[in-house]
């Protein structure tokens, strides 16, 4: 049954039924007036927890190291396209390294600088950024960068000289210059990954956890393909299968579980 226009105007204190008799018109002004009142007595009472801004870490010198990452990326493509397409193709046809090591200045080539300027600068960049946002450490981006940095710098250096010797001591020139060609190709397809990887972290909104993930993720099966490719390399060389694994191990695996010891006891 209907309710008459008087239990409107004692039940309901914001809507007045209009019966020409009994009440008054509702005007316009009333009805906004008894809108607003309502919304905000209903979010008043919602409860709400105090979040954490958001600071966005990203700083001139990031963007200036990754715009100069793409820029050389992009020059390497456009000047040096025959290279450029010859060291990304050993990634499925390693037997072109061959080829690519015959010819003069390889280690000097502006191909190869400027790819290798890439991995010292990209990989620490993205570490340290994924390191600060998922740990909200107490050393700034600048810090973390030196301190995975250096110990990077000083890992490839020791490395070198290790291949030096090794070659010279068991008189494997060709091949242990191959393998270091190799290695150094899969450190440069790490370096343009963790150059995407960074932009993704400063200026996307995928998850932090899930983009350092795929980084972590991205170096181990990096390092995978290059021990994998090593054995090839010592096997088609006539070499002794134990003494392929005890060298790999030694100068490969050793090497990165001392450089990640290191850096976390800095962190």
Not at 83 to 102: A, C, E, G, P
Not at 137 to 148: A, G, K, N, R, T
């Amino acid at each position: 049954m209907p309710a008459s226009s008087e239990e409107l105007i004692i039940n309901d204190p914001y809507v007045t039924a209009y019966d020409g008799l009994y009440a008054t018109p509702y005007e316009l002004n009333d009805w906004a007036n008894d809108i607003y009142f309502v919304a905000k007595e209903y979010y008043r009472s919602i409860p709400y927890e105090q979040g954490i801004p958001n600071e966005n870490i990203a700083e001139p010198w990031m963007l200036f190291l990754i715009l100069l990452g793409f820029l050389g990326l992009a020059y390497v493509r456009a000047v040096h396209r025959k290279r450029f397409s010859m060291l990304f193709q050993t990634f499925i046809n390693w037997k072109l390294s061959k080829q690519i090591i015959r010819y003069e200045k390889v280690y000097t080539h502006p191909a190869n600088l400027i790819l290798t300027f890439n991995y010292l600068f990209c990989i620490p960049l993205f570490f340290s950024l994924g390191y600060k946002i998922i740990s909200s450490s107490q050393f700034s981006v600048v810090q973390l960068f030196f301190i995975i940095q250096l110990p990077l710098l000083f890992y490839i250096l020791i490395k070198f000289l290790a291949y030096r010797f090794s070659a010279w001591l068991f008189d494997e020139r060709e091949i242990i210059e191959e393998y270091v060609f190799q290695a150094n190709l899969f450190n440069k397809y790490l370096a343009v990954s963790c150059l995407i990887l960074s932009t993704l972290l400063l200026y996307s909104p995928i998850s932090p956890k899930i983009l350092v993930g795929i980084g972590l993720s991205t170096l181990f099966l990096f390092l995978l393909f290059q021990v994998i490719r090593g054995l090839i390399i010592g096997i088609e060389g006539g070499k002794s299968l134990y003494l392929i694994i005890l060298y790999l191990c030694t100068l490969e695996i050793l090497p990165w579980l001392i450089l990640g010891k290191w850096i976390n006891n800095g962190l």
